[in-house]
């Protein structure tokens, strides 16, 4: 990685923007996600009332941003936690926002359908630099239920 890489903002996304094309559309350009993982968008179709979309993957050799992590890994220097999608208002669209698990599933192919389904651009929220915290947290009076 160059040190230019390790210079980039902190509020930076990155984006598979498609409305420099005018639509929402499948491009064959790769957008670098992390260090070790490229994307593109490999299909796109949209219509008033629906959407449905395939995203590639290009991980890098021995790369790890595909694999969930667990409590005790390591945290690397760039982690995928959001997949937002981009409505043509400019407003965050509900679809597909309940993503459960780190790194966030970036690929794989959706769909979705409803009033004012017009999708201009998927964002994905990347955590730079996160680290681990030892929160002390203890439950005391909890009711038990009786045997």
């Excluded at 979309?53 to 409590?71: H, N, Q």
Aim: charge should be negative; glycine fraction near 8%.
């Amino acid at each position: 990685m160059s040190r230019d890489a390790d210079k980039e903002s902190e509020h930076e996304t990155p984006v598979l923007d498609c409305a420099h094309r005018g639509t929402f559309k499948q491009s064959d350009d790769w957008v670098r996600l992390t260090p070790d993982m490229e994307i593109r968008l490999k299909e796109a179709q949209c219509t008033e009332s629906s959407f449905r979309f395939d995203i590639d993957s290009r991980p890098e050799e021995g790369g790890a941003s595909m694999r969930p992590l667990s409590v005790q890994d390591y945290l690397p220097r760039r982690v995928v936690v959001a997949r937002q999608f981009i409505g043509e208002d400019g407003k965050l669209s509900n679809h597909f926002s309940g993503l459960r698990r780190l790194p966030a599933h970036v690929t794989g192919s959706g769909s979705g359908g409803g009033s004012n389904c017009q999708i201009k651009t998927i964002r994905f929220v990347i955590a730079v630099n996160p680290t681990h915290h030892e929160i002390p947290l203890v439950l005391e009076h909890i009711p038990l239920p009786r045997p």
